[in-house]
């Protein structure tokens, strides 16, 4: 069985936060952006992929069907 810490603290944002927010706000833009350039990166291979085996459509669709489920998959390991 997994546990998860679902401990819920609510910290309160002022003038006193020392820039805390913007931090925060820049490490969420980063993580995004490095997940964007991998997300982009695996399309480019599957891209890839597709000419250099010269699939047809059935074959290209079930290949990113595949991938989509790796992802989905990837998802719910990280929750």
Do not use: C
């Not at 805390?20 to 291979?45: F, G, K, V, Y």
């Not at 459509?57 to 489920?69: C, D, G, T, V």
Request: glycine content about 6%.
């Amino acid at each position: 069985m997994q546990r998860r810490n679902i401990e819920t603290r609510t910290t309160k944002i002022g003038p006193d936060d020392a820039g805390l927010n913007d931090l925060l706000t820049a490490a969420r833009m980063d993580e995004r952006r490095a997940r964007m350039e991998a997300m982009a990166a695996r399309l480019d291979s599957l891209a890839g992929r597709i000419t250099s085996r010269q699939l047809g459509y059935k074959e290209a669709s079930e290949l990113l069907r595949q991938e989509a489920i790796n992802v989905a998959n990837a998802i719910g390991e990280i929750l």
